[in-house]
């Protein structure tokens, strides 16, 4: 015995709706030719799968065994389809993220697109935002996550900026506060030093770096403190705020650029999982709903 798809995917909407006009709206067929189905697929079947009363719609025994069944069968044709589909697409992405969101994020957004598109190849390029912007100017990049540029973009993470420190709390009783920041363009750096100036707190940039892990070793080995993302601070570090005289830092926008309105399905479904992986990450708790 054979069932076409297309029979039980309208016996499904049937089933569903529990009326034939609503059903063949869904799927765009006139309500003849959804009874015209159901009769088919009753005849294959050979039992009786829909019950009347005046004009409601109850599934038999026998309906509720082929629905059950139908929904199984449909949506193991819909995986098929969607990786046939996906074994299709082949190419290369450019995605630019800076270095902290290289380790914490990318990762997993690669693993994840690689499972749907094995055949698409990502090239990472780990710079500062700043840098990646100019880079997707000059379409060396196809998408850029950047952060805390002024420059508009897809909003798809809020990260707080904070003070980290390490476990010595030494480094915060200096007369002078050794700072541990990225270059000169870093808007965190602005925001920090802009901060220690509103509240005249001496202070001085004791460690320059043009990467988080760098930043990160002068914060755990107690020489400097640093203003970073939330999400970046890590094991060996911690937060202080005003029980130690630090004011609030700002939310940094993490943008998604390069998408605008982008025919490329290989970008397009990139920045998908992109999106995915903030969000899911935005859910459980770290950062801020943007």
């Known amino acids: 015995m054979h069932i076409p798809i297309d029979l039980l995917h309208t016996f499904m909407v049937v089933a569903e709706t529990r009326n034939f006009t609503k059903a063949g709206k869904h799927i765009h067929r006139s309500q003849s030719a959804v009874s015209m189905q159901i009769k088919r697929l009753t005849e294959i079947v050979g039992k009786p799968l829909i019950e009347m009363e005046g004009k409601q719609i109850y599934l038999s025994p026998m309906g509720e065994l082929v629905l059950e069944h139908a929904r199984k069968i449909l ?14 697409l082949k190419g290369r992405v450019r995605l ?5 969101y290289c380790s914490l994020y990318v990762p997993q957004i690669l693993a994840g697109f690689a499972l749907d598109y094995p055949d698409i190849r990502v090239d990472v390029i ?6 990646l912007y100019r880079d997707l100017l000059q379409e060396k990049l196809d998408l850029a996550i950047c952060t805390a540029l ?3 973009g897809e909003k798809i993470f809020q990260e707080p900026v904070v003070w980290v420190v390490g476990n010595n709390p030494a480094v ?6 050794p700072l541990a920041v990225y270059s000169h363009n870093c808007l965190y750096r602005k925001w920090a030093t802009q901060a220690l100036d509103k509240i005249c707190r001496p202070f001085h940039v004791a460690y320059m770096s ?6 990160l070793a002068a914060v755990r080995s107690g020489l400097a403190i640093a203003p970073m993302g939330l999400s970046v601070a890590g094991q060996d570090t911690r937060v202080v705020g005003p029980e130690y005289g ?6 940094a926008d993490v943008c998604l650029h390069g998408i605008g309105d982008s025919k490329n399905p ?4 990139l920045a998908t999982h992109v999106r995915e992986s903030f969000y899911a990450r935005k859910k459980r708790g770290a950062g801020l709903p943007a």
């Open 246 to 251: 630090f004011p609030a830092l700002p939310v």
């Open 126 to 131: 780990c710079r500062p935002s700043a840098d």
């Open 266 to 269: 290989l970008v397009n479904n």
């Open 172 to 177: 915060l009783e200096q007369d002078s506060l």
């Open 150 to 152: 002024d420059i508009d």
């Open 96 to 100: 630019g993220a800076p270095e902290d």
């Open 210 to 215: 043009p990467s988080i892990s760098g930043i």
């Open 75 to 88: 949506k193991a044709h819909d995986a098929a389809m969607t990786a046939i589909h996906h074994s299709e």
